[in-house]
């Protein structure tokens, strides 16, 4: 089982990158799980961006939030591709809407670390570092900078391998 954190910006090519890394696995089946939910048609054209790059080797689940549990359903002939944290901290954030609390946040990811620690399979997982910018106005945007951030680092700590990808070249950041 390994653990493999691909950062990147907007359209970095943190994805592409990550669907080849897949790609060149030698496990038998391989997953993705998609997190993003169709909000606009503008949105529906990103989904179907990813899925045209994509053959039938891969079995799809869109899991805008239970990955935790669906990774510890994989085993070590698996290997799975999570499109992408940020998402699904957003879904998280706003599950709860304004009601959502630091404390339940903090539950979800320290449920994913754990689901990560413990999943058979390897695993991918593309995140956006949204931490580069300035910091937004309004609570709600930075409370999820604040958590991606913090999630980010959280999944740092445990991935064998961290990759940042910028203007589609992958820079290797840890492993």
């Not at 503008?42 to 935790?68: C, G, K, S």
Request: glycine share 6%; with cysteine; net charge negative.
């Amino acid at each position: 089982m390994t653990i493999h954190l691909v950062l990147g910006g907007a359209r970095s090519g943190k994805s592409s990158f990550a669907e080849s890394e897949v790609l060149a696995s030698d496990k038998q089946y391989r997953h993705y799980i998609a997190t993003a939910t169709i909000t606009d048609d503008e949105m529906q054209r990103r989904i179907d961006h990813h899925q045209v790059r994509r053959d039938n080797d891969w079995t799809l689940h869109e899991t805008p939030l239970e990955i935790a549990t669906l990774l510890r359903s994989l085993s070590v002939n698996d290997v799975v591709l999570v499109d992408c944290l940020t998402l699904w901290m957003s879904n998280v954030i706003f599950e709860r809407g304004e009601t959502a609390s630091e404390a339940e946040i903090n539950q979800r990811v320290t449920k994913l670390i754990e689901a990560l620690q413990s999943c058979s399979a390897d695993v991918l997982l593309v995140s956006n570092e949204v931490g580069l910018g300035v910091v937004p106005m309004g609570e709600v945007s930075r409370l999820f900078v604040d958590h991606a951030g913090w999630m980010n680092q959280a999944v740092a700590k445990i991935a064998d391998k961290v990759t940042f990808v910028a203007a589609g070249l992958p820079i290797v950041m840890k492993g």
